[in-house]
């Protein structure tokens, strides 16, 4: 039996057409989507927003301002603007023609900030944040003089300065998910599912060099004086640690080059070791079916992948969508879906912090496996033929 | 003792009958030449014994002992050479030899022992690290026997071993199939080169729509046809009377014109040659060289088989 597992595992990786599909393409889609989502994420994260601000006299004596401005760009996490002072509206101008800065804070005789932005200087929430600041700057201002003018001996309670100074948050931001939400996750763990789907052509070729009705070296294999049985279980673990292998370097990638999170790592690996087992049991089944060579079987594996990504949410925003929609409307066709399953592997790991969702798809996954290798058993339990 | 047995073995596919109440019996030690057309139902018969195939009747022994799927310890002393060649295109000459050996022998200094017996037999030294793609037609089909005799098996069923070689590879298939057979395996040979059968074969079988016709040694099937003697004339421009005067001739069972060379198959009799020769000279005909042989293989083959084409 272990002879049998050493030269399967040999032959299967000189296969290429198996890691074409199970290691190659998710590899390349991969590093598309990694270059594709960068910019989504960025997106999400907010960044300082360059900012120009004409330091002349009027903005020196505007202290209240110049102080909260330059709170703003104190480094840190908190950090939201990064400053660029320059002498006059002259620099200003030119900074913000050349795309350096998104606008420019300029205070006028009356002491009044001002901001002046161009269509082209940036894109629109960083111009709206600028605008935002400025305005409830002048804002506040106005109502500290309405106040001072109509009730001055307000100022002289240390309750109502205390409260001034305090800016009341009455929403609060809690987290409902183990991690924070990214919008490209979804991609790369969907990609895995297709992998996975794909990595069942391992199977496919092992199971159909072990049976006599498959192809002449089944044939061959099926007169030796080893149990069918064992060969057949020694072909099949073969195949099943070549596809995880497979999924194994697809995640390492998208983990450590293309720095995906997946919540947990070590369970996300016990994840793709269940999944591979569903995918094995995939492949020995459609390996299993007679009178259908080898390619065709390919194509089938083909078809059912890129048909079940696409309720898994691999290609884009509408397939997201569909895949959401197909979640609510066939709960049980997403449930039976093994690309979408496997899919779920990873949500569960990363958006939830228990693992009772976790072991909910470990477990539909294992029943899919026994299922299949069910019926590939009752395909593949003919020890004769009634033709070759 | 009987190493393969079978009586009345039945196989249909759908409405063809395969073969018609088929009965072998092969004893030790021989070298059995089984023959056939295309879809005689040879490599049927093969895949019957071995449990390949399922069947409808009969009854298939091995060793003497009743052969099923599940009788690994009598597959064990089977060797098999299939007519398709079936190794592993990604393992190397070796790999190959000892995946097949290892489903017979699991001691790996045994194997490894036989394994470069194996390879030293078909004289695949030079090439071990080769992948079958690397290797000629002729190599590959040594690879193809070396994986079914490595582990030394008491019965090698070769079928067609010898398809698509060159004569210096089948002259060393041959020579090895004999040593094989020295060594005390039984052998059972199925081919389409009469030669070789008749060269290496100690008792031949030849069938038919899925029936024996006739089994025998190469002496005994040629008494067993009416042909004693095959007689071949040169000459030119055969007039049809001096033709048909040679078929109407006593002796003559059947006979053909080419254009160049009559062929007149005679039955036995130490006057033939003579009969014949006159028969063409009364018809004024000068003729060339002349040629009388017994009947071969081959013609005990197409005798018994028919001339007309088959798939």
Not at chain 2, 36 to 59: E, F, H, R, V
């Amino acid at each position: 039996m272990w002879n049998t597992f050493k030269y399967t595992v040999k032959a299967l990786v000189q296969e290429k057409s198996c890691f074409v599909w199970a290691l190659a393409f998710p590899l390349i889609m991969a590093t598309l989507f990694g270059a594709m989502f960068a910019n989504l994420d960025d997106a999400r994260h907010l960044n300082p927003i360059p900012t120009a601000v004409v330091d002349n006299a009027h903005y020196r004596n505007a202290q209240a301002f110049s102080e909260t401005i330059e709170a703003l760009a104190k480094s840190g996490e908190d950090q939201l603007l990064d400053l660029f002072f320059v002498k006059n509206i002259a620099e200003a101008d030119e900074l913000l023609k050349n795309g350096a800065v998104v606008g420019y804070y300029q205070i006028d005789e009356k002491g009044q900030p001002g901001l002046f932005i161009t269509a082209a200087s940036g894109n629109s929430i960083n111009q709206t944040i600028l605008k935002n600041l400025v305005d409830g700057f002048v804002q506040t201002q106005a109502a500290l003089k309405t106040i001072a003018e109509n009730n001055p001996q307000a100022f002289a309670d240390p309750k109502f300065l205390e409260n001034l100074q305090e800016r009341t948050n009455y929403t609060q931001e809690i987290s409902i998910v183990a991690n924070e939400a990214s919008g490209s996750v979804r991609y790369f763990y969907a990609l895995l599912g297709f992998a996975a789907i794909m990595a069942a052509n391992i199977a496919v070729i092992a199971v159909t060099q072990t049976q006599a009705n498959l192809s002449p070296l089944g044939a061959r294999r099926s007169l030796g004086a080893t149990s069918r049985t064992k060969a057949l279980l020694a072909s099949l673990l073969a195949s099943w640690l070549l596809a995880f292998l497979c999924l194994i370097i697809v995640f390492a990638y998208m983990r450590y080059v293309l720095d995906i999170n997946f919540g947990r790592d070590l369970a996300s690996i016990f994840g793709l070791g269940v999944a591979s087992f569903m995918t094995t049991a995939l492949g020995a089944f459609v390996g299993a079916i007679p009178k259908i060579g080898e390619l065709l079987k390919a194509g089938i594996l083909t078809v059912l992948s890129c048909f079940f990504a696409l309720f898994a949410g691999l290609y884009g925003e509408p397939s997201l969508k569909l895949a959401d929609d197909m979640n609510r409307i066939a709960p049980l066709f997403q449930k039976l879906n093994p690309s979408r399953q496997v899919t779920d592997l990873f949500y569960s790991l990363y958006f939830y912090d228990g693992f009772d969702e976790f072991y909910r798809v470990v477990f539909i996954l294992l029943a899919m496996a026994a299922v299949l290798f069910l019926l590939a058993a009752l395909l593949m339990r003919r020890q004769r033929y009634a033709s070759l | 003792m009987s190493v393969v047995y079978v009586e009345n073995l039945v196989k249909r596919y759908k409405e063809v009958l395969a073969l018609d109440h088929f009965n072998l019996d092969i004893r030790q030690g021989e070298v059995f030449g089984l023959l056939g057309p295309n879809g005689s139902g040879k490599t049927t018969a093969i895949n019957c014994m071995l449990q390949l195939l399922t069947y409808d009747k009969g009854t298939i022994e091995l060793f003497g002992e009743r052969m099923a799927p599940s009788r690994y310890d009598l597959k064990g002393r089977i060797g098999i050479v299939p007519q398709n060649v079936a190794v592993f295109e990604e393992l190397t000459v070796t790999e190959n030899i000892d995946y097949f050996c290892a489903l017979y022998e699991k001691d790996r200094k045994t194997r490894a022992r036989l394994v470069g017996e194996a390879i030293e037999f078909v004289g695949l030294g030079e090439y071990v690290r080769f992948r079958p793609r690397k290797l000629s037609g002729g190599l590959v089909r040594r690879l193809n026997i070396a994986c079914g005799i490595a582990h030394r098996p008491e019965l090698i069923f070769l079928d067609e071993p010898t398809v698509a070689v060159d004569p210096q590879s089948r002259n060393a298939i041959l020579e090895g199939i004999r040593s094989l057979n020295r060594d005390g395996s039984t052998v059972v040979y199925t081919s389409h080169y009469m030669e070789e059968v008749e060269e290496i074969c100690t008792r031949i079988m030849i069938m038919d729509h899925g029936q024996v016709l006739a089994c025998g040694t190469n002496n005994e099937l040629k008494t067993m046809v009416g042909t004693g003697e095959k007689i071949q004339v040169e000459v030119i421009d055969l007039p049809d009377k001096a033709f048909e005067a040679i078929k109407a001739l006593s002796c003559t069972q059947r006979a053909g014109y080419d254009g160049k060379t009559l062929e007149v198959f005679c039955t036995s009799g130490a006057q033939n040659l003579s009969t014949v020769l006159q028969t063409l000279q009364q018809e004024g005909l000068s003729f060339g060289r002349v040629y009388s042989e017994p009947p071969t293989l081959n013609d005990v083959f197409l005798e018994l088989t028919g001339t007309e084409l088959r798939d």
